[in-house]
C-alpha cells in the first residue's frame, strides 16, 4: 500500500462547479498535510497547508483534514478552465529534528470544461 | 523577492557522463529539498539538508548520486556515470522552517535525458 493515495482521474467538471479532490494516507502521526497544482511542465506550486482537523479556507480553495480517518480533501469553488492541471497530495511525517521531507501522491487530473 | 532558481532548465547526456544540477533557494531558508519526479508520477524524496548539513539522504537510488551544500545556501546534485534510468525532473525545493510552518517552495525544476 503506497503512502499516500489519489484516485488519479481525470476528473472533469464543468464550469463554475465544485471540484473535491481526495487523499489518504498510511502514517497516522504524520503532522503536516499540503496540496500542490502542477501544471504540464511545470513545477508544483503550493495551493494549501493544513497542520490541524477541520477545515481551512483561502478564496475558492478549501482544505479538509480528519487525522482519525487519515483524509485530507481538496475542494475548489467555481472552478475555473485556468483550475486544470494535476493536483498532488503531500504529507510531512513525524520525522527526527526538522526533516518535513514530503511523501507525494501520484496526483489526480482535473480537467475543468467551459 | 526571488524564488528558487535551478540550473540548467534542461540536461541532455550521454550514458556514462557526469552531470551536476545547481539549486539557489529562497533566501533566508535554512532548509533545503531535492525531489526526483519521473514521468506521470508524484515526486520521489532524494535528499534534504539544513543549513549545510545532509541530515537525511535515504532517497538517493544508488552511489553515484551526491549532493552538497558547502555553505548553506546554494546545492549541488551531482550524477555520475548516468544511466537512462535517471531520465526525470530533478526539483528543488526551499523551506523556511518557523514554528509549524514547513511549506516547501519549488524552482522550476531541471529535465535530465539521458542517450
Known amino acids: 500500500q503506497k503512502e499516500v493515495e489519489q484516485n488519479s482521474g481525470p476528473l472533469s467538471v464543468p464550469e463554475g462547479a465544485i471540484a473535491s479532490l481526495n487523499c489518504t494516507y498510511s502514517d497516522r502521526v504524520s503532522q503536516s498535510f499540503f496540496w500542490y497544482r502542477q501544471y504540464s511542465g511545470k513545477s508544483p506550486e503550493l495551493i494549501m497547508s493544513i497542520y490541524s482537523n477541520g477545515d481551512k479556507e483561502d478564496g475558492r480553495f478549501t482544505a479538509q483534514l480528519n487525522k482519525a480517518s487519515q483524509y485530507v480533501s481538496l475542494l475548489i469553488r467555481d472552478s475555473q478552465p485556468s483550475d486544470s492541471a494535476t493536483y498532488l497530495c503531500?504529507?510531512?511525517?513525524?520525522?527526527?529534528?526538522?526533516?518535513?521531507?514530503?511523501?507525494w501522491g501520484l496526483g489526480t487530473s482535473l480537467a475543468v470544461n467551459p | 523577492g526571488a524564488g528558487v532558481s535551478q540550473s540548467p532548465r534542461y540536461k541532455v547526456a550521454k550514458r556514462g557522463q557526469d552531470v551536476a544540477l545547481r539549486c539557489d533557494p529562497i533566501s533566508g531558508h535554512v532548509s533545503l529539498f531535492w525531489y526526483q519526479q519521473a514521468l506521470g508520477q508524484g515526486p520521489e524524496f532524494l535528499t534534504y539538508f539544513q543549513n549545510e548539513a545532509q541530515l537525511d539522504k535515504s532517497g538517493l537510488p544508488s552511489d553515484r548520486f551526491f549532493a552538497e551544500r558547502p555553505e548553506g545556501s546554494v546545492s549541488t546534485l551531482k550524477i555520475q556515470r548516468t544511466q537512462q534510468e535517471d531520465s526525470a525532473v530533478y526539483l528543488c525545493a526551499s523551506s523556511l522552517v518557523s514554528g509549524i510552518n514547513y511549506e516547501q517552495y519549488f524552482g522550476p525544476g531541471t529535465r535530465l535525458t539521458v542517450t
Open positions: 503531500a504529507v510531512s511525517p513525524r520525522g527526527a529534528g526538522n526533516n518535513r521531507k514530503l511523501i
